[in-house]
Protein backbone atom coordinates (compact mmCIF):
# COMPACT_ATOMS: atom_id res chain seq x y z
CA UNK A 1 0.00 0.00 0.00
CA UNK A 2 2.64 2.40 0.57
CA UNK A 3 4.10 1.34 -2.47
CA UNK A 4 0.68 2.24 -4.16
CA UNK A 5 0.76 5.97 -2.26
CA UNK A 6 4.00 6.78 -3.77
CA UNK A 7 3.16 5.92 -7.01
CA UNK A 8 -0.09 8.19 -7.21
CA UNK A 9 2.23 10.90 -5.41
CA UNK A 10 4.74 10.77 -7.95
CA UNK A 11 2.15 11.20 -10.69
CA UNK A 12 0.55 13.58 -8.91
CA UNK A 13 3.77 16.04 -8.09
CA UNK A 14 4.67 15.47 -12.33
CA UNK A 15 3.44 18.28 -14.88
CA UNK A 16 4.48 16.61 -17.58
CA UNK A 17 1.63 14.93 -19.15
CA UNK A 18 4.17 12.54 -21.05
CA UNK A 19 5.77 11.76 -18.13
CA UNK A 20 2.50 10.87 -16.20
CA UNK A 21 2.01 8.34 -19.03
CA UNK A 22 5.28 7.03 -18.74
CA UNK A 23 4.66 6.31 -14.91
CA UNK A 24 1.79 4.50 -15.81
CA UNK A 25 3.61 2.61 -18.25
CA UNK A 26 6.55 1.66 -15.71
CA UNK A 27 3.66 0.44 -13.49
CA UNK A 28 1.06 -0.87 -15.53
CA UNK A 29 1.63 -4.67 -14.03
CA UNK A 30 1.05 -3.37 -10.70
CA UNK A 31 -2.17 -5.19 -10.30
CA UNK A 32 -3.22 -2.88 -6.51
CA UNK A 33 -2.53 0.16 -9.14
CA UNK A 34 -4.40 -0.98 -11.79
CA UNK A 35 -7.64 -1.72 -9.84
CA UNK A 36 -6.98 1.22 -7.35
CA UNK A 37 -7.65 3.37 -11.01
CA UNK A 38 -10.50 1.64 -12.13
CA UNK A 39 -12.01 1.93 -8.71
CA UNK A 40 -11.45 5.81 -8.53
CA UNK A 41 -12.17 6.77 -12.00
CA UNK A 42 -14.62 4.48 -12.94
CA UNK A 43 -18.14 6.50 -13.16
CA UNK A 44 -20.36 3.22 -12.91
CA UNK A 45 -18.23 1.90 -9.45
CA UNK A 46 -20.34 3.55 -7.01
CA UNK A 47 -19.47 3.55 -3.11
CA UNK A 48 -22.29 4.80 -1.53
CA UNK A 49 -19.85 6.76 0.95
CA UNK A 50 -19.58 10.45 0.52
CA UNK A 51 -17.55 12.76 2.16
CA UNK A 52 -20.29 13.67 4.23
CA UNK A 53 -21.03 9.98 5.38
CA UNK A 54 -17.36 9.38 6.09
CA UNK A 55 -17.99 12.39 8.28
CA UNK A 56 -20.68 10.32 10.46
CA UNK A 57 -20.59 9.51 14.28
CA UNK A 58 -19.97 5.82 13.48
CA UNK A 59 -17.68 3.79 15.42
CA UNK A 60 -14.92 1.80 12.88
CA UNK A 61 -15.63 -1.89 12.64
CA UNK A 62 -12.32 -3.90 13.92
CA UNK A 63 -10.81 -5.38 11.12
CA UNK A 64 -7.60 -7.19 11.08
CA UNK A 65 -6.23 -6.73 7.79
CA UNK A 66 -5.75 -3.57 5.21
CA UNK A 67 -5.94 -5.61 2.02
CA UNK A 68 -7.43 -2.82 -0.71
CA UNK A 69 -8.41 -5.84 -2.74
CA UNK A 70 -10.74 -6.69 -0.69
CA UNK A 71 -11.90 -3.32 0.51
CA UNK A 72 -12.76 -2.79 -3.60
CA UNK A 73 -14.63 -5.86 -3.42
CA UNK A 74 -17.08 -5.28 -0.33
CA UNK A 75 -17.94 -2.09 -1.95
CA UNK A 76 -18.69 -3.34 -4.78
CA UNK A 77 -21.43 -5.30 -3.80
CA UNK A 78 -22.20 -3.14 -0.42
CA UNK A 79 -22.68 -0.07 -2.11
CA UNK A 80 -25.59 1.95 -0.68
CA UNK A 81 -23.84 3.81 2.29
CA UNK A 82 -25.45 1.98 5.11
CA UNK A 83 -24.01 2.25 8.91
CA UNK A 84 -22.14 -1.21 8.45
CA UNK A 85 -20.23 0.03 5.27
CA UNK A 86 -19.18 2.95 6.85
CA UNK A 87 -17.95 1.43 9.66
CA UNK A 88 -15.86 -1.22 7.30
CA UNK A 89 -14.59 1.68 5.53
CA UNK A 90 -13.65 3.65 8.88
CA UNK A 91 -12.12 0.41 9.96
CA UNK A 92 -9.65 0.36 6.90
CA UNK A 93 -8.94 3.52 6.97
CA UNK A 94 -8.06 3.53 11.11
CA UNK A 95 -5.90 0.44 10.17
CA UNK A 96 -4.41 2.46 7.38
CA UNK A 97 -3.39 4.88 9.70
CA UNK A 98 -1.70 2.49 12.68
CA UNK A 99 0.26 0.71 9.80
CA UNK A 100 0.95 3.23 7.54
CA UNK A 101 0.74 6.74 8.61
CA UNK A 102 -1.96 10.19 8.01
CA UNK A 103 -0.94 9.81 4.34
CA UNK A 104 -1.40 6.60 3.36
CA UNK A 105 -4.87 7.04 5.59
CA UNK A 106 -5.97 9.93 3.57
CA UNK A 107 -5.19 7.89 0.67
CA UNK A 108 -7.89 5.18 1.23
CA UNK A 109 -10.69 7.67 2.51
CA UNK A 110 -9.83 9.52 -1.02
CA UNK A 111 -10.53 6.27 -2.27
CA UNK A 112 -13.58 4.87 -0.58
CA UNK A 113 -15.28 8.99 -1.68
CA UNK A 114 -13.99 8.16 -5.00
CA UNK A 115 -12.38 11.95 -4.78
CA UNK A 116 -8.34 11.51 -4.27
CA UNK A 117 -7.08 13.60 -7.03
CA UNK A 118 -3.58 12.87 -8.54
CA UNK A 119 -3.45 15.30 -11.40
CA UNK A 120 -4.60 13.05 -14.19
CA UNK A 121 -7.16 12.41 -16.81
CA UNK A 122 -9.45 9.82 -17.90
CA UNK A 123 -8.32 9.85 -20.90
CA UNK A 124 -4.45 9.75 -20.45
CA UNK A 125 -5.34 6.48 -17.79
CA UNK A 126 -7.03 5.11 -20.91
CA UNK A 127 -4.10 5.71 -23.75
CA UNK A 128 -1.98 3.55 -21.39
CA UNK A 129 -4.30 0.98 -20.30
CA UNK A 130 -6.76 0.72 -23.46
CA UNK A 131 -9.53 2.78 -24.59
CA UNK A 132 -12.70 1.33 -22.42
CA UNK A 133 -10.27 0.59 -19.15
CA UNK A 134 -12.09 3.39 -17.42
CA UNK A 135 -15.73 3.97 -18.68
CA UNK A 136 -16.45 7.83 -19.28
CA UNK A 137 -19.99 8.01 -18.57
CA UNK A 138 -21.69 10.02 -20.75
CA UNK A 139 -25.12 10.67 -22.43
CA UNK A 140 -26.28 11.65 -26.31
CA UNK A 141 -26.93 15.40 -26.07
CA UNK A 142 -28.54 17.61 -28.03
CA UNK A 143 -27.63 20.83 -30.43
CA UNK A 144 -29.48 24.20 -30.61
CA UNK A 145 -31.70 24.63 -33.73
CA UNK A 146 -30.34 26.86 -35.66
CA UNK A 147 -33.65 26.92 -38.10
CA UNK A 148 -32.56 24.97 -40.77
CA UNK A 149 -33.20 21.34 -41.17
CA UNK A 150 -30.45 19.07 -43.28
CA UNK A 151 -32.27 18.36 -46.87
CA UNK A 152 -33.82 15.00 -47.53
CA UNK A 153 -32.98 14.26 -43.75
CA UNK A 154 -36.42 12.74 -41.94
CA UNK A 155 -36.72 14.12 -38.91
CA UNK A 156 -38.99 13.10 -35.63
CA UNK A 157 -40.41 15.27 -33.64
CA UNK A 158 -40.50 15.13 -29.91
CA UNK A 159 -41.82 16.79 -26.91
CA UNK A 160 -38.83 18.56 -25.35
CA UNK A 161 -38.86 17.82 -21.75
CA UNK A 162 -38.04 19.67 -18.43
CA UNK A 163 -37.97 17.11 -16.24
CA UNK A 164 -34.16 15.40 -14.50
CA UNK A 165 -32.47 13.82 -17.31
CA UNK A 166 -31.26 10.07 -16.09
CA UNK A 167 -29.94 7.03 -17.28
CA UNK A 168 -31.19 3.74 -15.93
CA UNK A 169 -28.90 0.45 -16.52
CA UNK A 170 -30.08 -2.73 -16.14
CA UNK A 171 -28.03 -5.96 -15.89
CA UNK A 172 -27.97 -9.56 -13.65
CA UNK A 173 -26.26 -6.86 -10.77
CA UNK A 174 -29.26 -4.51 -10.65
CA UNK A 175 -30.68 -1.49 -11.82
CA UNK A 176 -28.64 1.98 -11.39
CA UNK A 177 -29.61 5.03 -12.36
CA UNK A 178 -27.90 8.06 -12.61
CA UNK A 179 -28.12 11.95 -13.75
CA UNK A 180 -26.43 13.29 -16.90
CA UNK A 181 -22.70 13.91 -15.21
CA UNK A 182 -22.90 10.66 -14.40
CA UNK A 183 -23.83 10.50 -10.78
CA UNK A 184 -26.46 8.07 -8.57
CA UNK A 185 -29.43 8.83 -8.52
CA UNK A 186 -31.11 7.03 -4.60
CA UNK A 187 -34.44 6.11 -2.93
CA UNK A 188 -35.97 5.58 -6.45
CA UNK A 189 -37.45 2.74 -5.08
CA UNK A 190 -40.53 2.09 -7.62
CA UNK A 191 -38.74 2.91 -10.48
CA UNK A 192 -35.54 0.17 -9.62
CA UNK A 193 -38.37 -2.82 -8.69
CA UNK A 194 -40.16 -1.61 -12.01
CA UNK A 195 -36.55 -2.33 -14.31
CA UNK A 196 -35.65 -5.19 -11.94
CA UNK A 197 -38.67 -7.20 -12.66
CA UNK A 198 -38.22 -6.16 -16.44
CA UNK A 199 -34.82 -7.66 -15.76
CA UNK A 200 -36.35 -11.22 -14.13
CA UNK A 201 -38.74 -11.80 -17.25
CA UNK A 202 -36.15 -11.25 -20.38
CA UNK A 203 -32.99 -11.55 -19.13
CA UNK A 204 -31.51 -8.72 -21.63
CA UNK A 205 -29.28 -6.20 -19.94
CA UNK A 206 -30.71 -2.47 -21.20
CA UNK A 207 -29.70 1.28 -20.92
CA UNK A 208 -33.08 3.29 -20.85
CA UNK A 209 -32.49 7.00 -21.05
CA UNK A 210 -35.35 9.82 -20.18
CA UNK A 211 -36.16 12.04 -17.94
CA UNK A 212 -37.51 11.98 -14.56
CA UNK A 213 -40.83 13.53 -13.55
CA UNK A 214 -42.94 14.33 -10.77
CA UNK A 215 -46.17 12.60 -11.34
CA UNK A 216 -49.03 15.16 -12.17
CA UNK A 217 -52.61 13.13 -12.02
CA UNK A 218 -54.31 15.98 -12.85
CA UNK A 219 -52.23 17.02 -15.62
CA UNK A 220 -52.98 20.88 -14.97
CA UNK A 221 -49.23 21.82 -13.04
CA UNK A 222 -47.29 24.22 -15.40
CA UNK A 223 -43.89 23.23 -17.23
CA UNK A 224 -41.65 25.32 -14.75
CA UNK A 225 -43.72 24.41 -11.65
CA UNK A 226 -43.21 20.64 -12.59
CA UNK A 227 -39.76 20.80 -12.64
CA UNK A 228 -38.87 22.72 -9.29
CA UNK A 229 -41.71 19.87 -7.89
CA UNK A 230 -39.21 17.39 -9.50
CA UNK A 231 -36.03 18.90 -8.17
CA UNK A 232 -36.88 18.98 -4.24
CA UNK A 233 -38.42 15.62 -4.41
CA UNK A 234 -34.84 14.11 -5.70
CA UNK A 235 -33.02 16.40 -4.14
CA UNK A 236 -34.57 15.33 -0.28
CA UNK A 237 -33.63 11.91 1.10
CA UNK A 238 -36.30 9.61 1.30
CA UNK A 239 -39.76 8.42 -0.61
CA UNK A 240 -39.58 9.26 -3.98
CA UNK A 241 -42.72 7.03 -5.36
CA UNK A 242 -44.18 10.49 -6.92
CA UNK A 243 -41.76 9.89 -9.16
CA UNK A 244 -42.12 8.41 -13.00
CA UNK A 245 -39.45 7.65 -15.77
CA UNK A 246 -40.03 9.15 -19.43
CA UNK A 247 -38.24 6.35 -21.63
CA UNK A 248 -37.08 8.20 -24.86
CA UNK A 249 -34.23 6.03 -25.90
CA UNK A 250 -32.75 2.42 -25.26
CA UNK A 251 -29.90 0.45 -26.24
CA UNK A 252 -28.40 -2.74 -25.31
CA UNK A 253 -25.75 -2.22 -22.22
CA UNK A 254 -22.95 -2.99 -24.11
CA UNK A 255 -23.25 -0.33 -26.63
CA UNK A 256 -23.68 2.05 -24.22
CA UNK A 257 -20.05 1.01 -22.76
CA UNK A 258 -18.92 1.37 -25.83
CA UNK A 259 -20.41 4.73 -27.02
CA UNK A 260 -22.62 3.95 -30.04
CA UNK A 261 -25.66 1.88 -30.88
CA UNK A 262 -25.82 -0.09 -33.86
CA UNK A 263 -29.52 0.54 -34.35
CA UNK A 264 -30.73 3.85 -36.27
CA UNK A 265 -32.97 6.28 -33.81
CA UNK A 266 -36.62 4.73 -36.09
CA UNK A 267 -35.36 1.25 -35.22
CA UNK A 268 -34.34 1.70 -31.17
CA UNK A 269 -38.42 3.81 -30.90
CA UNK A 270 -39.81 0.78 -32.27
CA UNK A 271 -37.83 -1.57 -29.84
CA UNK A 272 -38.69 1.29 -26.63
CA UNK A 273 -42.47 1.05 -27.81
CA UNK A 274 -42.28 -2.63 -27.42
CA UNK A 275 -40.13 -2.18 -24.21
CA UNK A 276 -43.41 0.24 -22.89
CA UNK A 277 -46.21 -1.87 -23.43
CA UNK A 278 -43.90 -4.61 -20.98
CA UNK A 279 -43.24 -2.37 -18.51
CA UNK A 280 -46.31 -0.76 -18.25
CA UNK A 281 -47.93 -3.87 -17.26
CA UNK A 282 -45.63 -4.50 -14.38
CA UNK A 283 -46.25 -0.63 -13.32
CA UNK A 284 -48.15 1.89 -15.25
CA UNK A 285 -47.86 4.66 -12.48
CA UNK A 286 -43.94 4.93 -13.00
CA UNK A 287 -43.42 4.95 -16.33
CA UNK A 288 -43.81 6.52 -19.31
CA UNK A 289 -42.90 7.64 -23.02
CA UNK A 290 -41.70 10.65 -24.73
CA UNK A 291 -44.31 10.86 -27.61
CA UNK A 292 -43.78 12.12 -31.35
CA UNK A 293 -46.08 14.08 -32.90
CA UNK A 294 -44.59 14.36 -36.71
CA UNK A 295 -41.77 12.89 -39.05
CA UNK A 296 -40.55 13.95 -41.83
CA UNK A 297 -38.98 17.28 -43.47
CA UNK A 298 -41.67 19.70 -43.46
CA UNK A 299 -40.63 23.09 -41.95
CA UNK A 300 -44.31 24.67 -41.66
CA UNK A 301 -45.68 21.49 -40.41
CA UNK A 302 -42.94 21.50 -37.67
CA UNK A 303 -43.82 25.07 -36.80
CA UNK A 304 -47.62 23.85 -36.39
CA UNK A 305 -46.18 21.32 -33.84
CA UNK A 306 -43.76 23.54 -32.33
CA UNK A 307 -46.64 26.06 -31.83
CA UNK A 308 -48.66 23.70 -30.05
CA UNK A 309 -46.78 22.34 -27.99
CA UNK A 310 -45.86 25.89 -26.31
CA UNK A 311 -49.49 27.19 -26.35
CA UNK A 312 -49.69 23.84 -23.90
CA UNK A 313 -47.21 25.17 -21.80
CA UNK A 314 -43.64 23.11 -23.00
CA UNK A 315 -40.56 24.65 -23.93
CA UNK A 316 -40.06 23.29 -27.13
CA UNK A 317 -39.67 20.02 -29.00
CA UNK A 318 -37.04 17.81 -29.98
CA UNK A 319 -35.68 17.39 -33.62
CA UNK A 320 -34.33 13.52 -34.16
CA UNK A 321 -32.95 12.13 -37.39
CA UNK A 322 -34.57 9.00 -37.61
CA UNK A 323 -31.23 7.63 -39.37
CA UNK A 324 -29.06 8.48 -36.92
CA UNK A 325 -27.19 6.12 -34.19
CA UNK A 326 -26.95 7.54 -30.34
CA UNK A 327 -23.78 8.59 -30.05
CA UNK A 328 -22.70 9.29 -25.98
CA UNK A 329 -21.59 12.87 -26.78
CA UNK A 330 -22.97 15.85 -28.43
CA UNK A 331 -24.18 15.66 -31.66
CA UNK A 332 -25.66 17.79 -34.47
CA UNK A 333 -27.89 14.70 -35.21
CA UNK A 334 -30.43 15.90 -32.68
CA UNK A 335 -31.50 19.37 -32.28
CA UNK A 336 -33.35 21.36 -29.07
CA UNK A 337 -35.96 23.57 -30.66
CA UNK A 338 -36.84 26.55 -28.83
CA UNK A 339 -38.62 29.66 -30.00
CA UNK A 340 -37.13 31.05 -26.34
CA UNK A 341 -33.80 29.65 -25.95
CA UNK A 342 -32.40 28.94 -22.69
CA UNK A 343 -28.75 28.82 -21.62
CA UNK A 344 -27.34 27.12 -18.22
CA UNK A 345 -24.99 29.83 -16.28
CA UNK A 346 -22.74 30.31 -13.30
CA UNK A 347 -23.97 32.74 -10.63
CA UNK A 348 -21.43 34.85 -9.84
CA UNK A 349 -23.16 36.80 -7.29
CA UNK A 350 -26.82 38.66 -6.13
CA UNK A 351 -27.65 42.06 -6.22
CA UNK A 352 -30.13 43.56 -4.02
CA UNK A 353 -33.13 45.76 -4.79
CA UNK A 354 -33.65 49.19 -4.53
CA UNK A 355 -35.85 49.02 -2.25
CA UNK A 356 -33.58 46.75 -0.02
CA UNK A 357 -33.47 43.50 1.95
CA UNK A 358 -34.19 41.91 -1.23
CA UNK A 359 -32.89 40.36 -4.82
CA UNK A 360 -32.92 42.88 -7.16
CA UNK A 361 -30.95 41.04 -9.93
CA UNK A 362 -28.52 38.39 -9.93
CA UNK A 363 -24.78 38.71 -12.19
CA UNK A 364 -24.06 35.52 -14.20
CA UNK A 365 -20.94 34.88 -15.60
CA UNK A 366 -22.37 34.65 -20.13
CA UNK A 367 -18.65 33.79 -22.26
CA UNK A 368 -16.42 35.87 -20.05
CA UNK A 369 -18.81 38.70 -19.70
CA UNK A 370 -20.93 39.34 -16.16
CA UNK A 371 -24.52 39.68 -17.83
CA UNK A 372 -27.50 40.69 -15.08
CA UNK A 373 -30.77 38.99 -14.96
CA UNK A 374 -33.57 40.69 -13.17
CA UNK A 375 -36.40 39.31 -14.75
CA UNK A 376 -38.59 35.97 -13.41
CA UNK A 377 -37.60 35.89 -9.86
CA UNK A 378 -41.03 35.58 -7.15
CA UNK A 379 -41.55 38.03 -4.69
CA UNK A 380 -40.39 34.96 -2.49
CA UNK A 381 -37.61 33.89 -4.73
CA UNK A 382 -36.40 37.26 -4.16
CA UNK A 383 -36.77 37.34 -0.29
CA UNK A 384 -34.89 33.92 0.20
CA UNK A 385 -32.41 34.35 -2.32
CA UNK A 386 -31.18 37.19 -0.39
CA UNK A 387 -31.56 35.56 2.70
CA UNK A 388 -29.73 32.41 1.63
CA UNK A 389 -27.73 33.66 -1.02
CA UNK A 390 -25.93 30.09 -0.74
CA UNK A 391 -28.71 28.94 -2.58
CA UNK A 392 -27.85 30.64 -5.92
CA UNK A 393 -24.37 32.23 -5.55
CA UNK A 394 -21.91 29.66 -7.59
CA UNK A 395 -24.47 27.56 -8.69
CA UNK A 396 -25.92 26.42 -12.38
CA UNK A 397 -28.88 28.71 -12.73
CA UNK A 398 -30.94 28.07 -16.55
CA UNK A 399 -31.71 31.52 -18.25
CA UNK A 400 -34.03 31.83 -21.18
CA UNK A 401 -33.55 34.78 -23.87
CA UNK A 402 -34.54 35.93 -27.21
CA UNK A 403 -31.27 36.35 -28.99
CA UNK A 404 -27.68 36.80 -28.68
CA UNK A 405 -26.23 40.46 -28.91
CA UNK A 406 -23.73 42.80 -27.53
CA UNK A 407 -23.54 44.87 -24.45
CA UNK A 408 -22.36 48.56 -24.68
CA UNK A 409 -18.62 47.38 -24.15
CA UNK A 410 -19.50 44.99 -27.43
CA UNK A 411 -19.42 42.51 -25.14
CA UNK A 412 -21.21 39.26 -25.23
CA UNK A 413 -24.66 39.66 -24.01
CA UNK A 414 -28.44 38.74 -24.06
CA UNK A 415 -31.79 40.07 -24.81
CA UNK A 416 -34.25 40.04 -22.55
CA UNK A 417 -32.70 37.39 -20.25
CA UNK A 418 -34.56 36.01 -17.40
CA UNK A 419 -34.24 33.72 -14.80
CA UNK A 420 -36.11 30.33 -14.92
CA UNK A 421 -34.63 28.17 -12.04
CA UNK A 422 -31.50 27.10 -10.00
CA UNK A 423 -30.75 23.57 -11.69
CA UNK A 424 -29.38 21.53 -8.93
CA UNK A 425 -29.37 18.44 -11.04
CA UNK A 426 -26.65 20.18 -13.09
CA UNK A 427 -23.22 21.54 -12.15
CA UNK A 428 -21.71 22.50 -15.72
CA UNK A 429 -22.24 25.36 -17.76
CA UNK A 430 -23.87 24.85 -21.09
CA UNK A 431 -24.60 27.28 -23.58
CA UNK A 432 -26.77 24.62 -25.79
Same mark, same amino acid.
Not at 26 to 38: G, P, Q, S
Not at 381 to 407: A, C, P, T
Given at each position: ?Q?????????K????????????????????????????????I?????S???? #????????????????????RS?N?????????????I??????????V?D????????????G?????I?????????F???????S????K????????????????R????????G???????? #??????K??E???N???E?????M????????????E????D?????????L??????????????????????????????F?????N????????K?????????V???Y???????????????E???????????I?????????K???????F????L???R????V?????G??????????LG?????????????????D??????????????????K???????P?? #??V??????????
Amino acid at each position: MQELYEILQEIKNTNSKTSKENILRKHKDNELLTETLKFLFDDLIVTGISSKKIA #KPINPMTINNIDLMKLFEYLRSNNSGKDKDIAYAKGMINNARKVFGTDVADMVKGIIIKDYPIGISKVTINKVFGKGFIFKFDVRKGSKFEGKLKPNVQYAQSTKLDGVRSVVLVNDKGVQIFGRSG #KTIDDLKEIEALFNKYYEQTNTPMMFDGELLAIDETESIPNDELFRITSKILRVKGDKSDIKFVMFDNMPLEEFYEGKSKLKFKERRDNLLAFYEQLKVIDPKVIDIVPIHYIGNDMAEIQSVQKKLEDSGFEGSMLDEIDAYYEAKRTKSLLKFKTFHTVDLRCLRVEEHVRGNKVGNIVVDYKGYELGVGSGFSDKDRKLFWEQKDLIEGKIVEISYFEESKNDKGGESLRFPVF #KMVRNDKDEVSLN
